[in-house]
């Protein structure tokens, strides 16, 4: 069996989704009439929601090396296991930003008018094996051409994972798959158990099934079309923007400070993640990480939304730089 055991993913029951927006809700509530308010009747404490994965490094980073502090800021992190629990909070003023968003959920969101999104900073960009399709050891599936109706497990249908892995065996002329929703801590012992084929997983899930089950990689996640490409950032309102935009400046500097740092320095990030995850240290040295970008580059993001609208996630083609802070 996978020994990995992670107690926060990007999916969960109800349950956890209204234990962690009742966190926000009294974080919010309790800050409404905060004396932090910096000038201009900007508030300057930053309620963020974040994942417990590589994605969310850059803001630990800015946390503990004073990066936020050196800018007044006094930023609050609240976990949450998916980023997409956290939009109603968003939408509603009870958190500030999310980081580690999914860009393909709140895309979708913001195409349907459900959220006004404006995206402060990216996040990561895909780097090699920072997630990897796995089978078993013994598996009949060989290459990436037999992966044509097979059944392989993705964390969230039409998302991020299937958008790029879609890609790529579209590049390679391979036939697609037939995906099954898995959360990513029970993707081992589906893999195992034989309900799925293959697993499409990220770190530190990858290399935990990798090494527990002796899985073998069919195909790089990050592989050509959808290499360095933008997958997650931090992401507010619209209006949260428009009314704290010293406040949305200063955030946006602190977290690009920070992802220079963890571009520079992996090592920096392999330390901070075991900080605020449950990922071993001894882990967290071999894992694959993802790129952090330090300034946003809509070039690329325009690669992202041109990619959802060719496959379908996006009704029409989107222009990022209109979403960008500046």
Do not use: W
């Not at 090699?128 to 051409?145: C, E, N, T």
Request: charged fraction near 25%; aromatic fraction near 4%.
């Amino acid at each position: 069996m996978v020994t990995l055991r992670q107690g926060t993913t990007r999916t969960g029951g109800a349950a956890a989704v209204v234990t962690v927006l009742a966190l926000l809700m009294t974080t919010a509530c309790g800050d409404s009439d905060s004396d932090d308010a910096g000038s201009g009747g900007e508030d300057t404490q930053v309620s963020v929601a974040a994942l417990p994965l590589t994605d969310s490094a850059a803001l630990y980073i800015a946390r503990d090396r004073g990066l936020f502090k050196k800018e007044g800021l006094d930023v609050r992190i609240q976990p949450v296991q998916q980023s997409i629990q956290a939009l109603p909070a968003l939408s509603k003023g009870q958190v500030d930003v999310i980081a580690s968003a999914n860009y393909v959920t709140f895309l979708q969101a913001q195409e349907k008018g459900t959220l006004d999104v404006r995206i402060l900073a990216e996040g990561v960009r895909t780097a090699p094996h920072m997630m990897d399709v796995l089978v078993p050891k013994d598996s009949p599936i060989k290459s990436a051409d037999d992966l044509k109706g097979k059944k392989v497990a993705v964390n969230i249908l039409n998302n991020i994972q299937t958008l790029t892995l879609d890609a790529i065996l579209d590049e390679r002329g391979a036939g697609r798959p037939a995906y099954r929703q898995i959360a990513f801590p029970q993707m081992g012992a589906a893999l195992e158990k034989g309900q799925v084929d293959a697993v499409h997983v990220v770190e530190p899930f990858d290399g935990a099934i990798q090494h527990d089950l002796k899985a073998k990689v069919l195909v790089d996640g990050a592989a050509s079309p959808v290499e360095s490409l933008p997958i997650s950032g931090y992401v507010t309102t619209a209006k949260y923007a428009k009314q704290n935009p010293d406040t949305a400046a200063k955030f946006k500097r602190a977290i690009e400070a920070a992802s220079k740092i963890a571009d520079a320095d992996p090592a920096a990030v392999r330390k901070v993640v075991p900080t605020y995850s449950k990922v071993k240290s001894a882990q967290a040295e071999s894992m694959g990480l993802p790129a952090y970008p330090p300034s946003t580059d809509v070039r690329q993001l325009r690669r992202l939304t041109e990619l959802m609208h060719k496959q379908g996630l996006l009704k029409k083609a989107v222009d990022p730089s209109t979403l960008v802070v500046k």
